[in-house]
């Protein structure tokens, strides 16, 4: 495949780092949220996997604008979290311990995403404020964490 280079290429990039992020949250949600005892941070982690279902339907459609498939998780990345997950729960299965790797997952998904931001300057604007739309759904969702650590 030729390499897009530019306002559109840079909008590409930009966009499949959303739809990666997006598929690892929802699949981290997935992984954590049936082990969650009380009843209102299951409820808070499914309205956060519905949120980013939402955001990937819109990243999606901006993708195939694009004539794009979008960019799944790197395997190595995913892999590593569903041990560190798993080591953790093993330790400690609490709701404490999901709310931490939640916190974690979004610190990354910030972090990670605020880079490329940066990195991808000539995106165009709905891949820029999608991509800040995703960001603050993450700092939301780390902020409303804090309740269960």
């Known amino acids: 495949m030729k390499q897009k280079v530019g306002k559109d290429g840079d909008t ?3 966009l499949r ?4 992020g997006i598929k690892m949250g929802i699949s981290s ?13 299951r409820e808070m982690l499914n309205e956060c996997k519905r949120r980013h279902e939402v955001l990937s339907i819109e990243v999606g ?5 694009h004539c794009d498939e979008g960019k799944n998780p790197n395997p190595m990345a995913k892999g590593m979290s569903y041990i560190k997950t798993n080591m953790k729960m ?7 311990t999901i709310a931490d790797l ?31 739309k995703l960001i603050n759904l993450e700092s939301n969702m780390c902020n409303d964490l804090r309740e269960y650590l």
């Open 29 to 41: 949600i997935e992984d954590v949220v049936c082990d969650i005892e009380n009843r209102k941070f």
């Open 102 to 132: 939640m916190t974690d997952g979004c610190n990354m998904g910030v972090k990670s995403l605020g880079k490329y931001l940066n990195q991808y300057k000539s995106a165009d604007d709905k891949s820029r404020e999608i991509t800040k």
């Open 17 to 20: 780092e959303c739809d990666a």
């Open 12 to 14: 590409v990039k930009l």
């Open 61 to 65: 459609a901006l993708l195939d604008e």
């Open 90 to 96: 093993m330790a400690s299965p609490c709701d404490e």
